[in-house]
Each structure stands twice: as C-alpha cells, then as structure tokens.
C-alpha cells in the first residue's frame, strides 16, 4: 500500500494551489534577470520623464511636489501593467500555446485551483515590484513614513485582482492580436483615469464619477495615503473595493477559463 | 486504496472494472465526435483502443480525465462516477496526452518534480519519486537539461515518466508513438511492457496496428465514434478475417470488377491499396481467383471494419 494523497472533489485544495504556484516560480527563477530588469527600469524611466519633464511646468499639486505625487501614482500603474498583462499574455500562451493547463488538468486539479494559483503568483510578483517606484520616489527625496509599510500589502491585493482580470481577458480571445482590443479598449482608460499623473479634482464630474469604479483609483489613493496621511474611513472603502473587485475578477475568470478548458 | 506495484496476473478481472463507459455520446457544435460508445476495461490489463484518426478516440481519453464532460451516457473510472469525481480518479491515474505539452521551460528534474507536487507527492517520496522517474525514462544525465533542448523520442520518454510519476493504478497513453522513429518506438514499447509487468492497466490508443498487436491484451476497434469489434488480436482476427486470406493483384478496373462479384457471392473482401483481399480465404469453396495466400492479421480486420488504409 502507498499513502495516497487525499483529494477532495469540489473544494479548492491549498496543496493543489501551491503546487500550480510553485510551477510558475520554477519557471521564474530562470528569468528573473530579464522580468526584473523591466519592472525596475520601465517605472523609473516613466517617473523620470514625467517628474522631471512634467514637474518644471507643475511644481505641486495638493501642496505635493509632482515628482512626488507621480512617485506615488506609478506604484498602481506599474501594479497595473504587471499584473494585467502577465494575466493576459501568461494565460493565452499557456493556455493555447504551450498547453500547460491541459497537463494540469490531467493531474488531480481543477480549473478553479489553476486560477487561483496563477492569480496568487502574478499577484505576489506585480504587487512586489510595484514598489519599486516608491523607493525610486524616496530616493528623491519622498520622507519615508510608518505607513509605507502596508504598500506591499495594497500592492499584492490590487495585483490580485487585476491578475484575474487579465486571465479573464485572455478567455475570450484566441489570438494574442485579439488582446489589442482589451488594451486599448480597456486598460489605457483605467490608468489614465486614476488620479495618477494628474488629480481627478481637475476632470469634469463624471469622469470623477466613473473613476470611482476604476480598482486603480482606489490603490491610488490608499498609496497616497500611506505617504501623505492616512484617512481611516475612506481608506477603508479603497480597501473593500478592492477586495470587492479581486473577488469578483477571481471567481469570474474561474467561470470563463472553466468554459475554455473544458469541452 | 489500490494494488502497489506488485505484479497482478494477467486480466486479474475481479471486482471493479477501470473503466466502464456506457452510451457516452460527445458533441462539438454538428459534429458527434463520440457517439454511443460502449467500452468496459478490466483491471490489469493492456487495452488497445484502435482506430483511424478522427474515430474519437482521443475525445474518449479526454471524457477519461474530464476534460470533456460526456453529453450523454455515464463514464465511472476505477469506481468514481464521473464528471463529479473526476478527482478523485485523476489523482489514481496518469496520462500521457498526444498533443505535446510538455512544460518546456523548465528543466527535466523540474517537470518531474512540478507534477509530484501536482500528484501531492511530498517530502522525501518527491525526492524519491523524481529519481525513479528519472532512471525509467533514461534521462538521468539529461535532468538540468531544459526540456525544449530534448529530441522528440526524450521528450516522449520524459511525457510518459511524467505520467507514472503518481505512481498510477490506470495509465492512459494517447497514441504514445504518433510521429516517433522506428528504434525510439521500441523504446516506448518497452517502456509500455514493462508497465504490463508491473500489473498496470493500461488504456493506450493508437492507429498503428503493429503497436495494438504487439502491446494489447485486449482490442477495441473503434469507428465514427463507437466500439466496431471487440476482444483479443486473435479472436477479433478468427472472427473478422479467417485463418487466411487471398491477395489478388490487378488494374483497379479489375479490383472493382472483382469486388463486385465478391460482393455478389457473399465474399468479405477489402481493398488494400494495389491489390484486393478476400478474407476468409480457407473458409470459401474454391471460387475464388488466383492470388497470394497469407495468414490474416489484425490489419485486414481493421481495414476490413473501418473502410479505412493503414500507413
């Protein structure tokens, strides 16, 4: 007799999700170099032009020096791209490319274990090298406070969500051409109605309407926060939100990506 | 709970089949891939499903795993009813699928390891298992190598390793030689005796008749989606085509003409590219033409069921 593994049908098995989890760290540790090289160097470039360029016409914004404010505002849109496109493009290539979800499948694990070990890992990742531009920032001269130190933790959760959404994504096209649709369609608006480069107090009220609904407003503003002084109450709507939307992202790509698994 | 590794006698049938499908019917959009298949494989043996390409058989092999869920019909699997316990069987079974999805980004050691994880394989068994696996497939000194720098014959070695790396009750190989050399299936020949050795049940599809013949206990032709015969090489050969039958050779007016006129005197016949074979040959009462007699193979009762050539 061998000890078997007991599997449970239907329940989502952490073992199961740790090991869809280390998959993707194995993969990882052979390209390290190159994912961290543009995820230092992509935000820098970014907050450079725009805090040295921008900030001569605008010196503050909020009674905030603008190198700081975009500092601040790059964390969530480096958290975006991270964890949205490596939510996309991961996703199709493994999916319908290398196949590695079919093997999975064979194995005792299930869609909803696949999805949420990928999310937890591209969650864990973006959300890590997300703050890179936050010491970039601080580099610069941004006062380092207590509260920096939930950041990570904001960036982690937001990278959740928007992880899902980028396999959610990536289940309705078969083509990595079709993702163009999304990118314009879709991620662009997000991040450029988020108060990042720029305060939504300045954009007409519905937009400021809509940016309420965007998860990249609310990781905005929570990191701001952290830097600038937290705001209890409304700090803990921008987390709920963002749960709320990591939830539904989550269980949402499960469905979707269950749909085009499984025939 | 399940047998281990020692070896069980030969279609050793007590108890449970490993698979019973009964009436499973799959659709894609107009096209019925599977369509009412019947098929029982008992415990401990080798099962050949054999079958021109697009018979279904890889459909059932996924219906197997549920990855295709069965539109209609039931499918249990070492006793767990399907799709709901579907889990349940994969975590007793392996697979080695035709498509190649090997995760080539990793290294030999590190595909093995991720599947033990993914078999909840721990600790000191994953360390053990990985060896094991390494050593069956013979790519030991391969194992920091990444696996995209494999020959194709390696990657299949390392395909079906990856598959027994559970230590599986039920191996299911997808066509495990499609597109392989000559030597390098021999090598996954034997690699699939030694499974039969060790008392595994084994479901392997195929289209090569050489393979179902030399590897199978047991055979199941399938056709457009269902079981067309059923039982051992030699059975299913006294059955559907004779001790022996007749090659005759001619212009394919001539075949057709012939074939007709078979056809008329109630002679089995099936082409077989420049020639026509009437089985049954010993059987028939000396009105059929000149040829070559031979003895019938498990080729004349495959082309004979599913009207299909064989390369």
């Known amino acids: ?263 | 709970m399940h047998a281990s590794a020692t070896p069980l006698p030969r279609a050793a049938t007590s108890g449970v089949p490993a698979i019973r499908i009964s009436g499973a019917v799959k659709r894609f959009g107009s096209l019925v891939a599977v369509d009412g298949l019947e098929l029982e494989v008992p415990s401990g043996v080798c099962f050949g499903l054999l079958g021109p390409n697009g018979a279904g058989k890889s459909t059932t092999m996924r219906m197997l795993t549920g990855q295709a869920i069965a539109d209609a019909g039931s499918i249990s699997v070492l006793g767990h009813v399907l799709p709901r316990q579907s889990k349940l069987a994969r975590a007793r079974m392996g697979v080695c699928p035709q498509e190649g999805n090997l995760d080539i980004d990793l290294t030999v050691r590190q595909v093995l390891d991720v599947f033990a994880r993914l078999y909840r394989v721990t600790g000191e068994r994953r360390r053990a298992a990985v060896e094991t696996a390494l050593a069956l497939s013979g790519l030991g000194d391969r194992a920091g190598d990444l696996a995209m720098t494999l020959s194709g014959g390696m990657q299949r070695r390392l395909l079906i390793a990856r598959a027994l790396i559970g230590d599986p009750e039920l191996v299911l190989l997808d066509e495990p030689t499609v597109g392989l050399d000559p030597q390098v299936r021999q090598q996954i020949w034997s690699l699939i005796l030694a499974l039969r050795e060790r008392g595994k049940t084994v479901l392997m599809s195929t289209h090569y008749i050489e393979e179902a013949e030399r590897l199978a206990d047991h055979v199941a032709i399938m056709s457009a989606g269902r079981v067309v015969a059923e039982g051992t090489p030699a059975e299913l050969i006294r059955e559907h085509a004779g001790r022996e039958v007749l090659d005759v050779e001619g212009s394919p007016g001539e075949l057709a003409r012939m074939r007709e006129l078979a056809l008329a005197a109630g002679h089995a016949t099936r082409a077989s590219g420049p020639a026509l074979t009437y089985l049954h040959a010993d059987r028939a009462d000396g009105a059929l033409p000149a040829g070559r007699r031979r003895s019938a193979t498990l080729e004349d009762v495959f082309v004979a069921l599913t009207g299909e050539y064989v390369e």
């Open chain 1, 1 to 263: 007799m061998t000890a078997r593994a007991i599997v449970s049908p239907g329940r989502i098995e952490p073992s199961a999700v740790a090991a869809v989890w280390v998959r993707s760290w194995t993969v990882f540790k052979h390209f390290w170099h190159t994912r961290t090289f543009g995820a230092i160097v992509e935000p820098v470039v970014m907050l450079l032009a725009f805090g040295f360029g921008f900030g001569k016409l605008v010196s503050h914004i909020d009674g905030i020096p603008y190198l700081q404010f975009v500092g601040t505002g790059v964390v969530a849109t480096s958290v975006l791209f991270g964890a949205v496109f490596s939510g996309m493009f991961d996703a199709l290539y493994k999916r319908r490319y290398q196949r590695v979800y079919d093997a999975m499948l064979a194995t005792p694990v299930d869609v909803e274990e696949i999805v949420t070990g990928e999310v937890l890992w591209l969650g864990v990742r973006s959300g890590l090298y997300g703050i890179v531009p936050l010491l970039v920032a601080c580099a610069f001269g941004l006062p380092p406070t207590p509260a920096m130190l939930l950041v990570p933790a904001i960036a982690v959760l937001t990278a959740i969500g928007f992880a899902a959404l980028g396999m959610l994504f990536a289940s309705f096209v078969s083509t990595f051409d079709n993702l163009s649709y999304v990118i314009g369609g879709v991620i662009t608006p997000l991040y450029l109605v988020a108060g990042t480069f720029f305060p939504l107090t300045r954009l007409p009220l519905w937009l400021r309407a809509a940016a309420q609904f965007n998860p990249l407003y609310h990781c905005v503003e929570l990191v701001r926060h952290c830097a600038f002084g937290l705001h209890p109450a409304a700090d803990i709507v921008h987390v709920g939100a963002l749960a709320l939307f990591a939830l539904l992202a989550w269980r949402l790509a499960i469905w979707r990506t269950r749909a085009r698994l499984i025939d």
